[in-house]
């Protein structure tokens, strides 16, 4: 990301605030023993598994003030969720932005990339819906945000979400040919749902070349990947299926089991 995006973050964050300074990792205004942010970042995921919240919010604070992105983004999950804090977007979007501007050009292949990548996914979530009158919708930053994630960091979530705009032509000029591309880097990659959405393009011929067995196999991933809750992708599954012919079903098993050793090797 070049420095004049990671600096109208910034902008963003002054104008609806900053995120107040954490208390020390024991509650006190100077810590007694000097604790790396990776000990109280553990410490806050142990304290809020044992649903002592407060701890948690603690520990996780004196490590995000230190600029640890995993307890940056675990804050601002816990406020965008309400878990085991009040559900407060605003302060979940704080967080999310400071790890963009402090985190952006980290390297991708760091264990913290994946942190970064969701923020800036969490990001383009807020900039798509907006909150309250503080921060309006904008699909454009929503676009550049899931770019970001989605190129730079090469996430899955950002392409799958980029992919749905294209398809829907929601934010960019509507290019489902685009859309399969960001389908087919999502999917390779586990994501269940781009899974499904290129399955479905493929089976049925929708703007690519009909490959029914493809679509089928991917149909097949993404519906023992899915949900209960996620009907959408067993209807598509179930549509699919039945309509398929024998040869189809064969091979598209064919398909499956070789992409499932590819994935283990």
């Known amino acids: 990301m ?24 024991d509650g006190q205004r100077s810590p007694s023993v000097e604790v790396s942010p990776m000990e109280a970042f553990r410490s806050g995921t142990t304290a809020l598994q044992a649903g002592d919240s407060a701890t948690a919010v603690t520990s996780l604070q004196y490590a995000a003030e230190k600029g640890h992105a995993p307890s940056q983004w675990k804050l601002g999950r816990m406020y965008a969720r309400g878990d085991g804090v009040p559900q407060d977007d605003l302060k979940a979007f704080r967080y999310f932005s400071g790890i963009a501007n402090l985190h952006a050009e980290d390297s991708p292949f760091t264990p913290e990339a994946r ?6 996914v969490s990001l383009g979530n807020y900039f798509t819906a907006g909150i309250g009158n503080v921060v309006r919708p904008d699909l454009d930053r929503a676009r550049e945000m899931y770019r970001y994630a989605a190129t ?23 290019d489902p040919r685009q859309a399969a591309r960001w389908l087919r880097l999502a999917a390779n990659k586990g994501q269940y749902q781009a899974q499904a959405r290129l399955g479905e393009m493929f089976f049925q011929g929708a ?26 992708i067993a209807d598509c599954y ?7 012919t024998d040869d189809e079903r064969e091979l598209a098993l064919l398909y499956l089991k070789s992409w499932l050793k590819n994935r283990r090797d």
């Open 2 to 25: 070049r420095t004049s995006d990671v600096f109208r973050i910034g902008l963003i964050v002054c104008a609806v605030g900053v995120v107040p300074p954490a208390t020390a990792f």
């Open 115 to 120: 942190f970064v990548a969701s923020a800036f």
């Open 152 to 174: 730079y960091f090469g996430d899955p979530d950002a392409q799958y979400v980029l992919a749905r705009m294209y398809l829907e032509g929601r934010g960019v000029t509507k």
């Open 207 to 232: 703007d690519v070349p009909r490959q029914a067995a493809r679509g089928l196999m991917w149909l097949m991933l993404a519906r023992d990947a899915a949900s209960a809750e996620e009907t959408w």
């Open 238 to 244: 179930n549509s699919a299926v039945t309509k398929a």
